[in-house]
């Protein structure tokens, strides 16, 4: 009876153990949205190499999002990374220089989203909405490399919301592609995730146009204005290119949900969850 209360602390002691590279799963920005002028804002964290002993325990990151009008939401997010562990190199088939690259790095680094999408209600507590939107943001690794990219994504999700519980679940589909890569080693762009792809001749870092799947499962519980937020996700690389990411990139992230809507305000008229038609 009591395997449930310990899944998470499972999931985040894996979290915690997987060497990722260059690419770090974020949160999705899931809005919930049944009607027009609701606005919704989202503090979290994401936990992050606490059983490691050293980098940062904990990314924090923002969400906002806002109905003008109804079947039309619109998010923004900042995302961050703080003093994370990781390898410049995956584990195997690792360059000539493999002595220089395959220590520890700290990557840090941030990114600012924005979107927009169509939402409505399905029957009296159900919701779909689809999202998608633009990314820019850049990536550090110490005095290795600094990396600018944009990112490109679509975020169908579906789920239900009533007066004190909310659950959605999607999946996020993006394309990120880095523009700029600053190093003291010139050949970097070209060793840097190459060397697992199977090409005999190195290929450009710049050129490649990374591909990512990353279904989520969205939970929110409080009253009225503000409530408690759990999220859990993964991501998985598509296409022909060597992989960015580790072997386990899973993500978890908590966080404190403040809302407005104009439900909340008038509850004799609309009711708790009532659908938008």
Same mark, same amino acid.
């Given at each position: ?19 990722? &590279? ?11 949205? &049944? ?125 239900? &919301? ?116």
């Amino acid at each position: 009876m009591r395997q449930p209360v310990y899944l998470p602390l499972v999931f985040l002691v894996l979290l915690s153990s997987c060497s990722e &590279r260059l690419y770090y799963p974020d949160r999705a920005n899931v809005p919930a949205f &049944r009607e027009a002028h609701e606005l919704k804002a989202v503090l979290s964290v994401k936990p992050q190499d606490f059983m490691d002993g050293g980098g940062s325990p904990a990314c924090p990151a923002a969400d906002v999002a806002y109905a003008p009008i109804n079947h039309l939401g619109i998010i923004a997010s900042y995302r961050t990374i703080v003093n994370r562990d990781a390898y410049l190199y995956p584990v195997s088939g690792k360059p000539e220089n493999y002595s220089v690259y395959n220590t520890s790095v700290a990557i840090n680094g941030h990114r600012f989203e924005g979107g927009a999408g169509y939402f409505t209600g399905l029957g009296r507590k159900g919701i779909f909405e689809i999202y998608g939107g633009y990314g820019n943001g850049v990536v550090k690794g110490q005095d290795k490399f600094t990396a600018n990219y944009n990112r490109f994504f679509l975020q169908p999700e579906a789920g239900f &919301r009533s007066s004190r519980i909310s659950l959605m679940g999607g999946i996020r589909v993006a394309m990120q592609q880095y523009y700029k890569l600053q190093s003291p080693d010139s050949t970097l762009r070209y060793n840097i995730d190459t060397y697992q792809n199977g090409f005999n001749a190195p290929v450009d870092f710049l050129s490649q146009h990374f591909i990512f799947v990353e279904p989520f499962i969205n939970f929110e519980v409080g009253y009225k204005y503000v409530s408690f937020n759990m999220q859990f996700g993964f991501t998985t690389q598509t296409g022909y290119y060597a992989p960015i990411t580790s072997d386990l990139p899973v993500y978890a992230s908590f966080g404190a949900v403040f809302q407005l809507s104009p439900s909340f305000n008038d509850r004799k008229k609309k009711g708790a969850g009532h659908a938008v038609e």
